[in-house]
């Protein structure tokens, strides 16, 4: 995986680099960028990819290799996560017409000292961790993603990750976001929602209703629109592809805990992912 995977990720890394760059510091972002995703792809802590023993088996690396402290504490600073979100950024192209919205629980041990780790829904029943929230097309990486403690509201979640998106099209989800607030937010961001009614026979009540969940009641009514809600499971491969690899989004590690070290790990998993399905387009065509 090394060997396929690190040469593009260090390439991609180093010419977004060019163009990010701080005066204050003595290690720019895409230094502390490579020292992370180094680890990731390895699924070791930081502490491993600080060691400068543990970079023996490529010439692709940093000059100097910062502390474990340097890293921890650069990790934890707004221009890091800026500059991951600007390569994460690099690997989308053009927006898809029709995208997925859905959660990936992340548990961790239930007795886990994690002061950030929360108790909600996970698979089949509550769970404490975290969540990936990601709105999904048919792009390497998601058109938005967030990574949150368990807890945290579906229907607030999904506002925020629609409005970061703004593609367009078609948004697929679950009956968890059958609400007119959330309806309405993708509606204005340019999706019309395709989320199916717990009981698609109910009334609607005398409530307001978001006329964007007016128009899916009625498009899930048709061929169209049931076909169209059929395809959720083609576009949620992305989220078994994330997983499904050596290298990918396992459960998480005991030393990635508390929610920015957590978004960091996710985010470099997804980087690593991106790349590992462009090559396998390049070697298909």
């Known amino acids: 995986?090394?060997?396929?995977?690190?040469?593009?990720?260090?390439?991609?890394?180093?010419?977004?680099?060019?163009?990010?760059?701080?005066?204050?510091?003595?290690?720019?972002?895409?230094?502390?960028?490579?020292?992370?995703?180094?680890?990731?792809l390895h699924d070791r802590p930081m502490c491993w990819a600080c060691n400068e023993r543990n970079w023996s088996?490529?010439?692709?690396?940093?000059?100097?290799i910062p502390s474990a402290s340097t890293v921890s504490r650069r990790l934890r600073r707004l221009d890091t996560a800026m500059f991951l979100r600007q390569v994460v950024a690099r690997s989308r192209i053009a927006a898809p017409l029709l995208s997925v919205v859905d959660g990936k629980p992340l548990p961790v041990g239930g007795a886990s000292g994690d002061p950030d780790a929360r108790r909600g829904w996970g698979v089949g029943g509550w769970a404490k961790g975290y969540k990936l929230y990601?709105?999904?097309?048919?792009r390497p990486v998601p058109e938005a993603y967030r990574v949150y403690s368990m807890?945290?509201?579906?229907?607030?979640?999904?506002?925020?990750?629609?409005?970061?998106?703004?593609g367009g099209g078609y948004l697929l989800?679950?009956?968890l976001y059958d609400s007119s607030r959330v309806f309405n937010a993708a509606g204005a961001a340019g999706y019309q929602l395709v989320a199916p009614r717990e009981n698609p026979d109910a009334g609607l009540g005398h409530r307001y209703q978001s006329p964007y969940r007016l128009r899916c009641i009625?498009?899930?009514?048709?061929?169209?629109g049931e076909a169209l809600h059929d395809r959720r499971s083609d576009v949620e491969r992305n989220f078994a592809q994330l997983t499904s690899f050596g290298g990918g989004l396992a459960p998480l590690p005991a030393w990635v805990r508390h929610e920015h070290r957590v978004w960091m790990w996710v985010s470099a998993k997804i980087l690593i992912n991106a790349e590992r399905i462009e090559r396998h387009k390049r070697l298909a065509s």
């Open 1 to 40: 995986m090394e060997r396929e995977l690190w040469p593009r990720l260090y390439h991609l890394v180093m010419e977004a680099g060019q163009t990010f760059r701080l005066s204050d510091v003595t290690y720019q972002p895409h230094i502390i960028l490579l020292v992370l995703l180094w680890a990731t």
């Open 218 to 224: 009625d498009l899930l009514r048709t061929p169209f």
């Open 151 to 166: 807890n945290r509201s579906e229907d607030e979640v999904v506002t925020e990750l629609v409005a970061e998106a703004r």
């Open 134 to 138: 990601a709105i999904w097309g048919d």
């Open 173 to 175: 989800g679950d009956g």
């Open 57 to 64: 088996t490529t010439t692709l690396r940093p000059a100097t």
